[in-house]
C-alpha cells in the first residue's frame, strides 16, 4: 500500500511477487470505485482484503504480510494491531498515529490527528515540509489518537529516513517502539538510514525528492541525499525480505 498520492501502485508488489510471494497491491482511495479523497479509514475494507486473498488456493496461510509507505505505512501499522491474519507488517517513513483521517473497525475509534497547515515550511526549492504541521509524540492529545501498538500479535519492521522531510518518521517509530517496551512487548525492529528521504523505494529507483500529490497544488518535499538515499533503498530492500521470511516462512518457486 502507499500514501498520499493515492491510487493503485503495483511496482513493488510485483518486485515481491517475482521473489515467490503471493502479493494483492491494496488502493486506499482515488481508484476505481474507491472516495476520491481520504476522510475515514474504514479497517473492515483491508479486513476484507486479507480474507479475500486468504481463499486464494495459492496463499498458504493462516497469516498474512503486509508493508505500506507513508499513509500505507500507518494503515498497515492498524492492521497489525487488529487484525489477527497479520503475522508482519513493514512500515516504511509512516506515522503512528491517524494523521488527518480517523480509523473505524467496528466498535473501535481511534480519532485523527488534525493539520496545522500554519506550520508548513516552505524549502529552498519551493516544495513544502511538512514536519511541524504534525503532532509530536510528545505533544498534548498525541496518545489518545495513536494506534495502540501494544495490542499487535504481529511482528513489526519500522523502516525510515533520517531526512525525511515529510513527516519524522523515526520519531513516530521510536515512540511507537517505547509504548510497545512499556507494556512488556518486543515485537518491534527499526531500520534507520541517515541521508535517506520519504520515499524509500525499490533498489534502483532514482531520488525524488519533491513531487506534486492530490491533496496539495504545492510541491511536497520528500528530503534524501542521493548516494544515502540510493543504499537505503538496497539494504531495506534486503533486510524486508528477510523480515517476511523470517516470519512468514519460506516462500515458493515464482513463476514471473
Given at each position: 500500500m502507499f500514501g498520499g498520492a493515492g491510487g493503485?501502485?503495483?511496482f513493488r508488489a510485483s518486485l515481491l511477487a517475482s521473489k515467490g510471494y503471493a502479493v494483492l497491491a491494496l488502493a486506499i482511495f482515488a481508484y476505481d470505485d474507491l472516495p476520491q479523497t481520504l476522510q475515514e479509514v474504514d479497517l473492515e475494507y483491508f479486513e476484507e482484503?486479507?480474507?479475500?486473498?486468504l481463499k486464494h488456493p495459492k496463499v498458504r496461510g493462516p497469516r498474512l504480510g503486509v508493508i505500506g509507505l507513508s499513509k500505507g505505512a500507518e494503515i498497515a501499522l492498524a492492521m497489525g494491531t487488529f487484525l489477527e491474519q497479520i503475522a508482519a507488517v513493514v512500515c516504511v517513513n509512516g506515522s503512528t498515529a491517524m494523521q488527518g483521517a480517523p480509523l473505524r473497525f467496528r466498535g473501535?475509534?481511534?480519532p485523527a490527528v488534525p493539520y496545522c497547515f500554519e506550520k508548513l515550511l516552505s524549502t529552498r526549492t519551493g516544495a513544502i515540509n511538512s514536519w511541524y504541521a504534525m503532532l509530536h509524540p510528545q505533544d498534548e492529545?498525541?496518545?489518545s489518537r495513536a494506534i495502540p501498538v501494544e495490542k499487535t500479535q504481529a511482528h513489526v519492521l519500522f523502516v525510515v529516513g533520517e531526512d525525511d522531510q515529510t513527516l519524522q518518521s523515526k520519531v513516530f517509530a521510536e515512540a511507537a517502539i517505547a509504548r510497545a517496551k512499556n507494556y512488556g512487548k518486543n515485537n518491534?525492529?527499526?531500520l534507520s538510514y541517515p541521508g535517506a528521504g520519504h520515499l524509500i523505494e525499490h533498489p534502483g529507483s532514482p531520488l525524488c525528492y519533491s513531487?506534486?500529490?492530490q491533496i496539495s497544488s504545492?510541491?511536497?518535499a520528500w528530503g534524501g541525499e542521493a548516494e544515502p538515499h540510493a543504499k537505503a533503498q538496497e539494504d531495506s530492500w534486503k533486510e524486508i525480505q528477510k523480515f517476511f521470511g523470517l516470519h512468514l516462512g519460506p516462500v515458493g518457486k515464482s513463476s514471473l
Open positions: 493503485l501502485s503495483e482484503a486479507c480474507t479475500l486473498l473501535i475509534y481511534v492529545g498525541y496518545q518491534f525492529t527499526l513531487s506534486l500529490v504545492l510541491p511536497n
